[in-house]
């Protein structure tokens, strides 16, 4: 199937710790995302990569980092995680044919 | 820069009436427009966009909006709610450079039995 996969869809994890989220898109797409959506279920983006080239970076803390190994592939890692980190994360991807978003991974911090 | 208000955060309606959800965009430039539904605990489905097209745009499972240029709008109708409409709703504008989403607060769609 043609789509943008995340994994995990699911992660607990205690503060403090260091974390990646994964994501590909098998769609050919040159331009990936991560949004966040917070407990009010507000979508903002972090971040976006051009062909493995960052071209967007909002105001996000430096413990997030974003990598993109090619352009079919961009990972997220989170650092010394915080209890407001917790939320859900999308990935997405754009072609001549618009977004794509991937299912999202609720990230839960305790 | 681009924005978005959702005009209402909850919306409830019974099933086979009228769904209108309200959406303001501000954009310096003519701008794309989304709705997209995300249903509990699952991922952005896109519902309809209007990209400088036709001003009525429709969608999947019977959804339409209206792009009214003079009152920059952009809102979501369907004659009849069905139970399995309920959900919560985005309206959605695209940036001019870069393909930055700018999302709305989003509203919460209820459907009464």
């Known amino acids: 199937d043609t789509a943008v996969s995340q994994t995990p869809k699911y992660l607990v994890t205690q503060m403090g710790n260091d974390k990646s989220i994964k994501c590909e898109q098998n769609l050919g797409h040159d331009t990936m995302y991560w949004y966040k959506q917070d407990s009010k279920k507000f979508l903002k983006i972090m971040f976006s990569y051009n062909n493995k080239e960052l071209i967007i970076n909002e105001t996000v803390p430096n413990r997030f980092s974003p990598k993109s190994p090619d352009k079919a592939h961009l990972n997220l890692h989170i650092n010394s995680l915080e209890l407001g980190d917790s939320a859900v994360y999308f990935c997405?991807?754009?072609?001549?044919?618009?977004?794509?978003f991937g299912s999202g991974t609720r990230l839960t911090v305790v | 820069a681009q924005s978005v208000t959702q005009l209402d955060s909850h919306v409830s309606v019974s099933e086979g009436t009228p769904v209108l959800l309200r959406c303001n965009y501000s954009?310096?430039?003519?701008?794309?427009l989304f709705w997209y539904v995300q249903h509990p605990n699952k991922g952005l489905q896109l519902l309809l966009k209007y990209t400088s097209a036709a001003t009525l745009v429709k969608g999947i499972n019977g959804f339409e909006a209206e792009f009214k240029k003079s009152e920059t709008s952009f809102h979501l109708t369907k004659p009849s709610a069905h139970m399995s409409d309920a959900a919560e709703y985005f309206c959605?504008?695209?940036?001019?450079?870069?393909?930055?989403?700018?999302f709305g607060a989003g509203t919460i769609l209820r459907v009464k039995s």
């Open positions: 959605v504008v695209s940036e001019e450079y870069g393909n930055k989403l700018v």
């Open positions: 997405a991807s754009t072609g001549t044919d618009g977004y794509t």
């Open positions: 954009s310096s430039y003519s701008p794309s």
